[in-house]
């Protein structure tokens, strides 16, 4: 089970982020350049945390997998 490890501003960050990968797996064709989107954004959003164990990493790390979504 995690514990909370979020300050608000971190989780603006990653909503933020999300909100941008949401788009871009909706609407890009190029697998590259989606490919390139999700790398950045899960740069960001680990950017945000000095100090994360492994669980917490994961996590986070799931934003790499994110695929089509019906918005």
Do not use: C, W
Not at 5 to 20: A, M, S, T, W
Not at 50 to 61: H, P
């Amino acid at each position: 089970m995690l514990k909370p490890f979020l300050y608000n501003h971190q989780f603006n960050v990653i909503r933020e982020q999300v909100d941008v990968l949401l788009y871009n797996v909706n609407y890009l064709i190029d697998q590259d350049v989606l490919d390139a989107v999700r790398h950045n954004a899960t740069d960001k959003v680990l950017g945000l945390f000095t100090s994360l164990n492994g669980d917490e990493r994961s996590f986070l790390n799931r934003l790499r997998t994110i695929r089509y979504v019906d918005i």
